[in-house]
């Protein structure tokens, strides 16, 4: 396993093993990685001849009162971890390498941005195309993997790859949980003995709109209304937003479609965590 840190070596290297005729499968994460990036890595490693990683915390994708800073970071951890999942080559760079100073471009895939976390954190969904356009352009994959966790992450990337024409196939994952359900998250680590025993509404939550929707409730507001009533049952968590959608558009449902996205953002404590489901 490599690590690399400035973009112009990780494009030769990629470049040569291209030349090879092979293919090349991507993970990009911020660190702090757990078993939700190890599976991705996994089935990385099976479906290319080279697996990458990147490692980076993007600054862009921060507003000004978020926690960039607090963002957990690991890197000796994660290199372990990633050798045992075959990573070829890990990109780690700097900030100041992916955006030197005078740096003014930016990606923006515009209505997909805007609603569930983008309404919250203005800018954030900007952040993130320009930085993985970027990734992509400096790793140059055949295939990429986004974990559904991040699932209007996953829209926009996959909306971006289309209008923009990249030649990059990009394979969605599965959310991998804790025993108890809580979707795996770096944040997670930033929860106390009773955050996280309070955060296990978020999975609890889901799986009573699940229930309701397969015993056939079809209204909107009866599904929300009971996940906000879980949610709120624990005084820890105040609620950014609880959504019931299109699972293409994104787009706020009138009546209950199948399937619809459910997607949740609260604050357990301090601690901002996502989590969402479909119901088929
Ligand atoms: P992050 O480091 O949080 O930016 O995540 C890097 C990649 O891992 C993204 O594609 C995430 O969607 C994915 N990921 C994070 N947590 C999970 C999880 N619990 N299950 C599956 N994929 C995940």
Redesign the pocket.
Known sequence: MIILKLPEEVQHWALNTKRRGQRIAF??????L????L??LREGRRLGDKLAMSIFVNPLQFGPAEDFEKYPRDEPGDLKKAQTCGVDVIFAPSAKDIYPGGFQTAVAVQQLSMPLCGAGRPGHFQGVATVVLKLFNIVQPDIA??????YQ??KVIQKMVRDLNLPIQIKP?????EKDGL????RNTHLSPEERKAALAIPTALQKAKGLATAGETDPKTILNAVVATLTESKKIAIDYVSLCDPETLEELKVLQRPALLAIACFVGKTRLIDNCLLK
């Open positions: 993970v990009p994460t911020m660190g702090a757990h078993e939700g990036h599976s991705l993997l986004f974990g559904e966790k991040d992450q996953l994952m599965p959310i991998v949980r979707a795996m998250s770096s």
